[in-house]
């Protein structure tokens, strides 16, 4: 089944302890994205990466780290969480081409206390 | 000015009605659109694509302006389990990056 897999769906944590949340897709991708979504704000988008090695800054990359070494995966790093860094979290997969749609996983609530 | 805007809603509407949302967007060298819909504190899932000649999916009809830059949902027959909030979203000229509005919640009430 063609899926977007993240862990942990839930994961409450204190400031300042490095996390690290994982997304897998099974679909042999090329872009992978990170959001976070507020309430009011909608879905943000954090960092994205059009292939492995190739990385860029979305729009609030700020306290964010993010990896692409192999194709299917592409996780994403709290060095040092904040309080503010307190979110829904979605990972997304796309081929790139044209229509082609973003498929989400299932998402990571993260507290931050 | 936001790239994609949305009204917010709600749109609280009964069973059986008709129901539209707008969304424009900024930047005129767009290429694709699509709605997405999300459920509460659930990832958002293609809806439709929106082409330019207009698409139909049973009760949904979407459309594209482009000379007025903006794209339209019509819910036709409304059912309480469309309630949920819709989320246009537009592809960029020459990149991957798709931008997201903050979506339309939509109350389908009995």
């Known amino acids: 089944e063609a899926q977007v897999t993240q862990n942990p769906r839930y994961l409450i944590t204190v400031t300042g302890k490095k996390l690290t949340v994982t997304c897998s897709q099974n679909?042999?991708?090329?872009?992978m994205s990170w959001y976070r979504q507020d309430p009011g704000l909608g879905l943000r988008q954090i960092y994205y990466?059009?292939?492995?090695?190739?990385?860029d800054k979305g729009d609030v990359p700020e306290g964010y780290k993010v990896s692409r070494k192999e194709k299917r995966n592409f996780p994403l790093i709290l060095e040092s969480p904040s309080p503010n860094q307190t979110s829904l979290y979605f990972c997304a997969s796309s081929s790139g081409q044209g229509y082609s749609p973003l498929h989400f996983g299932n998402g990571t609530r993260l507290t931050v206390t | 000015r936001k790239e994609v805007e949305q009204d917010p809603g709600p749109f609280n509407v009964p069973e059986g009605a008709t129901v539209a949302f707008n969304c424009t967007y900024s930047?005129?060298?767009?290429?694709?659109f699509f709605w997405y819909r999300q459920d509460c504190r659930k990832e958002p899932k293609l809806l439709m694509s929106?082409?330019?000649s207009g698409n139909e999916d049973g009760r949904f009809t979407a459309q594209l302006n482009r000379a007025s830059q903006y794209i339209s949902l019509l819910i036709r027959d409304s059912k309480l389990s469309d309630s949920a909030t819709y989320l246009c979203v537009v592809k960029g000229d020459s990149s991957y990056k798709l931008i997201f509005g903050s979506g339309t919640r939509l109350l389908v009430r009995p």
């Open positions: 679909m042999n991708h090329e872009y």
């Open positions: 930047n005129s060298a767009s290429q694709s």
């Open positions: 990466s059009m292939n492995v090695e190739v990385t």
């Open positions: 929106v082409y330019s």
